[in-house]
Protein backbone atom coordinates (compact mmCIF):
# COMPACT_ATOMS: atom_id res chain seq x y z
CA UNK A 1 0.00 0.00 0.00
CA UNK A 2 1.76 2.83 -0.87
CA UNK A 3 -0.82 5.89 0.41
CA UNK A 4 1.57 7.66 2.18
CA UNK A 5 5.36 8.81 1.99
CA UNK A 6 6.88 6.30 4.36
CA UNK A 7 10.88 6.86 5.12
CA UNK A 8 12.56 4.15 7.24
CA UNK A 9 16.68 5.72 8.42
CA UNK A 10 18.48 2.65 9.13
CA UNK A 11 21.47 -0.09 9.11
CA UNK A 12 20.82 -3.82 7.76
CA UNK A 13 22.35 -4.63 10.70
CA UNK A 14 20.41 -2.91 14.05
CA UNK A 15 18.13 -4.87 15.50
CA UNK A 16 16.14 -1.67 16.32
CA UNK A 17 15.82 -0.68 12.64
CA UNK A 18 14.11 -4.88 11.87
CA UNK A 19 11.71 -3.60 14.21
CA UNK A 20 9.69 -1.27 12.21
CA UNK A 21 10.41 -3.08 9.27
CA UNK A 22 8.50 -6.08 10.02
CA UNK A 23 5.68 -3.70 11.59
CA UNK A 24 5.28 -2.10 8.30
CA UNK A 25 5.34 -5.54 6.39
CA UNK A 26 2.87 -6.45 8.31
CA UNK A 27 0.60 -3.52 7.60
CA UNK A 28 1.71 -3.71 4.30
CA UNK A 29 2.84 -0.47 3.94
CA UNK A 30 5.40 0.56 1.09
CA UNK A 31 8.37 2.98 2.26
CA UNK A 32 11.63 3.76 1.40
CA UNK A 33 14.79 2.52 3.02
CA UNK A 34 17.54 5.10 3.56
CA UNK A 35 20.91 2.73 4.90
CA UNK A 36 23.11 4.68 7.21
CA UNK A 37 26.20 3.46 6.67
CA UNK A 38 27.99 2.34 9.92
CA UNK A 39 29.89 4.82 11.44
CA UNK A 40 28.07 7.64 9.29
CA UNK A 41 25.23 9.71 10.64
CA UNK A 42 23.26 11.63 7.70
CA UNK A 43 22.11 15.45 7.76
CA UNK A 44 18.80 13.93 7.61
CA UNK A 45 19.23 11.44 10.72
CA UNK A 46 20.95 14.25 12.59
CA UNK A 47 17.56 16.74 11.70
CA UNK A 48 15.47 13.68 12.11
CA UNK A 49 16.75 12.20 15.77
CA UNK A 50 18.58 15.22 17.51
CA UNK A 51 18.59 14.24 20.70
CA UNK A 52 19.71 10.61 20.22
CA UNK A 53 21.33 10.79 16.70
CA UNK A 54 20.22 6.94 16.29
CA UNK A 55 18.34 5.21 13.75
CA UNK A 56 15.76 3.47 13.21
CA UNK A 57 14.00 6.88 12.68
CA UNK A 58 10.79 6.85 10.50
CA UNK A 59 9.62 10.04 8.07
CA UNK A 60 5.75 9.68 7.74
CA UNK A 61 4.63 12.78 5.60
CA UNK A 62 7.85 14.82 6.75
CA UNK A 63 6.97 14.10 10.23
CA UNK A 64 10.04 11.74 12.11
CA UNK A 65 9.16 9.41 14.85
CA UNK A 66 12.38 8.12 16.98
CA UNK A 67 12.99 5.19 18.95
CA UNK A 68 12.44 1.34 17.57
CA UNK A 69 9.59 0.63 20.02
CA UNK A 70 7.49 3.93 19.74
CA UNK A 71 7.76 3.56 16.20
CA UNK A 72 6.56 0.06 16.09
CA UNK A 73 3.72 1.22 18.57
CA UNK A 74 2.85 4.65 16.03
CA UNK A 75 2.98 2.06 12.70
CA UNK A 76 0.28 0.03 14.69
CA UNK A 77 -2.07 3.19 15.24
CA UNK A 78 -1.25 4.80 12.18
CA UNK A 79 -2.10 2.82 9.63
CA UNK A 80 -5.07 0.12 10.00
CA UNK A 81 -4.44 -2.12 7.31
CA UNK A 82 -3.12 -5.59 8.53
CA UNK A 83 -3.60 -7.55 11.88
CA UNK A 84 -3.08 -5.30 15.62
CA UNK A 85 0.40 -5.10 16.94
CA UNK A 86 -0.33 -4.21 20.24
CA UNK A 87 -3.51 -6.25 21.81
CA UNK A 88 -6.93 -4.67 22.14
CA UNK A 89 -7.35 -5.06 26.11
CA UNK A 90 -5.63 -2.40 28.20
CA UNK A 91 -4.12 -4.92 30.62
CA UNK A 92 -2.72 -7.26 27.88
CA UNK A 93 -1.09 -3.96 26.49
CA UNK A 94 0.81 -3.57 29.22
CA UNK A 95 1.85 -6.48 29.97
CA UNK A 96 3.41 -6.68 26.33
CA UNK A 97 4.82 -3.29 27.28
CA UNK A 98 6.36 -4.30 30.00
CA UNK A 99 7.96 -6.70 28.19
CA UNK A 100 9.16 -4.70 25.51
CA UNK A 101 11.05 -2.50 28.27
CA UNK A 102 12.39 -5.22 30.11
CA UNK A 103 14.04 -6.67 26.62
CA UNK A 104 15.56 -3.32 25.90
CA UNK A 105 16.22 -2.04 29.29
CA UNK A 106 17.50 -5.26 30.53
CA UNK A 107 17.90 -8.31 28.52
CA UNK A 108 19.29 -6.33 26.12
CA UNK A 109 22.41 -4.79 28.25
CA UNK A 110 22.92 -8.76 28.79
CA UNK A 111 23.33 -8.98 25.25
CA UNK A 112 25.58 -6.23 24.32
CA UNK A 113 27.85 -6.49 27.10
CA UNK A 114 29.05 -9.77 25.63
CA UNK A 115 29.96 -8.53 22.50
CA UNK A 116 31.43 -5.39 24.84
CA UNK A 117 33.17 -7.52 27.78
CA UNK A 118 36.56 -6.92 28.53
CA UNK A 119 37.63 -9.74 30.33
CA UNK A 120 35.87 -13.64 30.68
CA UNK A 121 34.42 -12.55 33.97
CA UNK A 122 32.51 -9.89 32.54
CA UNK A 123 31.72 -11.91 29.58
CA UNK A 124 30.46 -15.11 31.82
CA UNK A 125 28.25 -12.55 34.15
CA UNK A 126 27.12 -10.71 30.69
CA UNK A 127 26.52 -14.31 29.05
CA UNK A 128 24.28 -15.31 32.70
CA UNK A 129 22.21 -12.14 32.00
CA UNK A 130 21.14 -13.05 28.85
CA UNK A 131 20.36 -16.79 29.88
CA UNK A 132 18.50 -15.68 32.82
CA UNK A 133 16.42 -13.42 30.50
CA UNK A 134 15.60 -16.11 27.90
CA UNK A 135 14.33 -18.30 30.77
CA UNK A 136 12.03 -15.20 32.20
CA UNK A 137 10.87 -14.81 28.38
CA UNK A 138 10.22 -18.58 28.08
CA UNK A 139 7.94 -18.42 31.50
CA UNK A 140 6.30 -15.37 30.07
CA UNK A 141 5.57 -17.10 26.69
CA UNK A 142 3.80 -19.91 28.26
CA UNK A 143 1.62 -17.36 30.19
CA UNK A 144 1.15 -14.78 26.86
CA UNK A 145 0.55 -17.25 24.00
CA UNK A 146 -1.84 -18.80 25.55
CA UNK A 147 -0.81 -21.90 24.08
CA UNK A 148 -0.60 -20.25 20.39
CA UNK A 149 2.49 -19.70 18.08
CA UNK A 150 3.28 -16.29 19.13
CA UNK A 151 3.56 -13.50 21.90
CA UNK A 152 0.83 -12.20 20.21
CA UNK A 153 -1.20 -15.10 19.73
CA UNK A 154 -2.02 -16.53 15.96
CA UNK A 155 -0.07 -13.52 14.52
CA UNK A 156 2.83 -11.69 15.40
CA UNK A 157 2.50 -9.04 17.65
CA UNK A 158 4.71 -6.39 19.86
CA UNK A 159 6.56 -8.46 22.47
CA UNK A 160 7.09 -11.17 19.68
CA UNK A 161 8.97 -8.13 17.19
CA UNK A 162 10.76 -6.59 19.98
CA UNK A 163 12.06 -10.00 20.68
CA UNK A 164 12.68 -11.51 17.32
CA UNK A 165 14.18 -8.73 16.08
CA UNK A 166 17.46 -9.48 17.98
CA UNK A 167 17.76 -13.46 17.04
CA UNK A 168 20.05 -13.09 14.30
CA UNK A 169 22.62 -11.40 17.45
CA UNK A 170 21.39 -14.25 19.56
CA UNK A 171 22.74 -16.43 17.34
CA UNK A 172 25.84 -14.64 16.76
CA UNK A 173 26.95 -14.50 20.27
CA UNK A 174 26.17 -17.91 20.62
CA UNK A 175 28.52 -18.70 17.65
CA UNK A 176 31.40 -16.47 19.44
CA UNK A 177 31.48 -17.94 22.50
CA UNK A 178 30.58 -21.75 21.63
CA UNK A 179 27.01 -21.79 24.13
CA UNK A 180 23.57 -22.27 23.25
CA UNK A 181 21.41 -19.74 24.18
CA UNK A 182 18.28 -20.70 22.91
CA UNK A 183 18.12 -23.93 23.72
CA UNK A 184 15.99 -26.82 22.96
CA UNK A 185 15.61 -28.78 26.00
CA UNK A 186 15.92 -25.76 28.44
CA UNK A 187 13.71 -23.36 26.86
CA UNK A 188 11.67 -25.79 24.32
CA UNK A 189 8.89 -22.95 23.87
CA UNK A 190 10.82 -20.18 22.93
CA UNK A 191 13.27 -22.39 20.60
CA UNK A 192 9.79 -23.16 18.83
CA UNK A 193 8.40 -19.66 18.62
CA UNK A 194 11.85 -18.70 17.39
CA UNK A 195 11.97 -21.11 14.02
CA UNK A 196 7.84 -20.30 13.60
CA UNK A 197 8.49 -16.03 14.24
CA UNK A 198 11.85 -16.46 11.44
CA UNK A 199 9.49 -18.15 8.66
CA UNK A 200 6.59 -15.60 8.75
CA UNK A 201 6.87 -14.23 5.66
CA UNK A 202 6.76 -10.46 7.31
CA UNK A 203 10.14 -11.53 8.54
CA UNK A 204 12.13 -13.79 6.77
CA UNK A 205 13.72 -11.66 4.63
CA UNK A 206 14.74 -8.80 7.46
CA UNK A 207 16.64 -11.27 9.62
CA UNK A 208 20.22 -10.93 8.73
CA UNK A 209 21.86 -14.52 7.70
CA UNK A 210 24.01 -15.77 10.79
CA UNK A 211 27.71 -15.77 8.97
CA UNK A 212 27.20 -12.54 7.59
CA UNK A 213 26.26 -11.01 10.54
CA UNK A 214 29.13 -12.59 12.61
CA UNK A 215 31.67 -10.64 10.05
CA UNK A 216 29.96 -7.17 11.02
CA UNK A 217 30.33 -8.14 14.89
CA UNK A 218 33.67 -8.86 14.53
CA UNK A 219 34.74 -5.73 12.68
CA UNK A 220 32.60 -3.93 15.65
CA UNK A 221 34.31 -5.75 18.56
CA UNK A 222 37.18 -4.44 16.42
CA UNK A 223 36.25 -0.99 17.13
CA UNK A 224 35.40 -1.51 20.21
CA UNK A 225 38.38 -2.56 21.67
CA UNK A 226 40.48 -0.37 19.99
CA UNK A 227 38.88 2.57 21.70
CA UNK A 228 40.42 4.21 24.02
CA UNK A 229 38.98 3.79 27.53
N1 LIG B 1 16.58 2.77 22.01
C1 LIG B 1 16.88 2.94 20.61
C2 LIG B 1 18.21 2.30 20.32
C3 LIG B 1 18.67 2.56 18.89
C4 LIG B 1 20.14 2.25 18.70
O1 LIG B 1 20.89 1.95 19.65
N2 LIG B 1 20.60 2.34 17.45
C5 LIG B 1 21.99 2.13 17.15
C6 LIG B 1 22.15 1.13 16.02
S1 LIG B 1 21.79 -0.51 16.56
C7 LIG B 1 22.63 3.43 16.69
O2 LIG B 1 22.04 4.22 15.99
N3 LIG B 1 23.89 3.63 17.08
C8 LIG B 1 24.65 4.77 16.67
C9 LIG B 1 25.11 5.57 17.83
O3 LIG B 1 24.94 5.16 18.99
O4 LIG B 1 25.68 6.64 17.59
C10 LIG B 1 15.75 2.34 19.78
O5 LIG B 1 15.03 1.47 20.29
O6 LIG B 1 15.53 2.79 18.64
Redesign the pocket.
Known amino acids: MAASDVKLLG?W?????I?PRIALNLKNIDYEFLE?PLGT?SELLLKSNPV?????VMIHNDKPI??????VQYIDEAFTSGPSILPSDPYDRSVARFWGAYI?DKWFSSLLATLKAKTEEEKKTAIEGVSTGIELLEEAFEKISKGKDFFGGDTVGYIDIALGANLAWVRVVEKLNGVELLDETKTPNLYAWSEKFCSVPAVKDLIPETDKLLEFAKTLIAKWSAAPQ
Not at 52 to 56: D, L
Request: net charge positive; charged share 35%; proline share 10%.
Open positions: GASPFVREKYKKIPCESLIID
